[in-house]
């Protein structure tokens, strides 16, 4: 029987979490064939031995591509150059080698759904978000940055919900272990100018919608400085280049892919994308000037009011914390 889904790992120096990743996909319960394609960029430390291991022990159902010196660092597009290209299958998944999935029928519930509902090209659930140690911090929704109560209360539906492509626009994140869609759709992607998760989302469920699970079924990790999002944290160069630039060029793109039919939408997620830039630079005036401030839930704008006026008590905090 030929494999269905194609589930795609792309890994660099993720030796201390790659075996748990691999492990929670390797052993999904399905009533379908899978594969999973596994992309190393050249390790230094020891994930290639591990993802060899993997390859040993399941060789109808792992499958490799280990280059010999770093793509990135020379500017290639992993996904775009290697992975994509390299799915067969008619479903595709997402796991970054520092994630896992925590829910051994993750794969069989979305592509039931995607199997019973062609009208929908993605599916996505809740994760728990974990630090580089497993700790358990939180769930990954609800996310109450901003003062969206109908889209928020949509996705505290118990039996999940669909979100239409404007409301992902709006929804902005989702968890990238969570992600199982259509191949067919995901393949506009190649050209774009990059392959974020953003623009990953967005083209996949444009023409179409997608389903969210009101499920945790993987495991969302955070403050890894070796990831994309870990490193722009701590340079506000990269914040503006790889956060805020690429991000607004992406959706920029995505305009035109659509000729327009979400201008709106994506002009105001711009805007919010502006303040969060602004919000890690610790720029309460600038987030304002976003003009979006007060798209902010009420405790959101009184904890950064506070910060600005009364610093002495972030810095408290801080020093509470790390006593």
Request: glycine content about 4%; charged content about 30%.
């Given at each position: 029987?030929?494999?269905?889904?194609?589930?795609?790992?792309?890994?660099?120096?993720?030796?201390?979490?790659?075996?748990?990743?691999?492990?929670?996909?390797?052993?999904?319960?399905?009533?379908?064939?899978?594969?999973?394609?596994?992309?190393?960029?050249?390790?230094?430390?020891?994930?290639?031995?591990?993802?060899?291991?993997?390859?040993?022990?399941?060789?109808?159902?792992?499958?490799?591509?280990?280059?010999?010196?770093?793509?990135?660092?020379?500017?290639?597009?992993?996904?775009?150059?290697?992975?994509?290209?390299?799915?067969?299958?008619?479903?595709?998944?997402?796991?970054?080698?520092?994630?896992?999935?925590?829910?051994?029928?993750?794969?069989?519930?979305?592509?039931?759904?995607?199997?019973?509902?062609?009208?929908?090209?993605?599916?996505?659930?809740?994760?728990?978000?974990?630090?580089?140690?497993?700790?358990?911090?939180?769930?990954?929704?609800?996310?109450?940055?901003?003062?969206?109560?109908?889209?928020?209360?949509?996705?505290?539906?118990?039996?999940?919900?669909?979100?239409?492509?404007?409301?992902?626009?709006?929804?902005?994140?989702?968890?990238?272990?969570?992600?199982?869609?259509?191949?067919?759709?995901?393949?506009?992607?190649?050209?774009?100018?990059?392959?974020?998760?953003?623009?990953?989302?967005?083209?996949?469920?444009?023409?179409?919608?997608?389903?969210?699970?009101?499920?945790?079924?993987?495991?969302?990790?955070?403050?890894?400085?070796?990831?994309?999002?870990?490193?722009?944290?701590?340079?506000?160069?990269?914040?503006?280049?790889?956060?805020?630039?690429?991000?607004?060029?992406?959706?920029?793109?995505?305009?035109?892919?659509?000729?327009?039919?979400?201008?709106?939408?994506?002009?105001?997620?711009?805007?919010?994308?502006?303040?969060?830039?602004?919000?890690?630079?610790?720029?309460?005036?600038?987030?304002?000037a976003s003009g979006v401030y007060n798209e902010l839930t009420p405790y959101e704008r009184l904890k950064y009011d506070i910060k600005d006026k009364m610093p002495f008590i972030t810095d408290l905090k801080k020093k509470l914390k790390r006593s």
């Open positions: 029987m030929a494999a269905i889904v194609t589930v795609c790992i792309v890994s660099f120096n993720h030796e201390k979490w790659l075996r748990k990743c691999l492990g929670s996909i390797c052993t999904q319960k399905t009533d379908f064939e899978y594969t999973v394609l596994v992309h190393d960029d050249c390790s230094t430390d020891g994930s290639i031995a591990i993802i060899e291991e993997f390859a040993k022990k399941y060789p109808d159902k792992v499958h490799t591509i280990i280059q010999e010196e770093n793509r990135y660092s020379k500017g290639i597009n992993i996904v775009q150059k290697y992975v994509i290209p390299a799915i067969q299958t008619k479903y595709f998944a997402i796991c970054e080698g520092d994630d896992y999935w925590c829910d051994e029928n993750k794969l069989q519930k979305q592509v039931d759904y995607l199997e019973k509902h062609p009208e929908c090209n993605m599916t996505f659930h809740n994760a728990n978000v974990v630090d580089t140690d497993d700790n358990y911090l939180k769930t990954f929704y609800p996310r109450k940055m901003w003062n969206d109560k109908k889209l928020y209360k949509a996705l505290e539906k118990p039996e999940g919900t669909d979100i239409s492509v404007a409301e992902l626009i709006r929804l902005d994140f989702t968890p990238t272990a969570s992600i199982v869609g259509r191949t067919e759709n995901l393949r506009p992607i190649l050209s774009f100018s990059t392959s974020l998760d953003l623009v990953v989302r967005l083209v996949t469920t444009y023409d179409g919608c997608a389903h969210y699970f009101n499920e945790i079924m993987s495991a969302y990790r955070t403050n890894n400085p070796n990831s994309a999002s870990g490193s722009i944290k701590t340079d506000p160069e990269k914040l503006k280049k790889n956060f805020f630039d690429r991000h607004c060029g992406l959706l920029k793109e995505f305009d035109e892919f659509t000729e327009g039919k979400y201008h709106d939408e994506i002009e105001h997620i711009i805007k919010r994308k502006e303040l969060i830039y602004y919000q890690h630079l610790n720029d309460l005036k600038g987030m304002k």
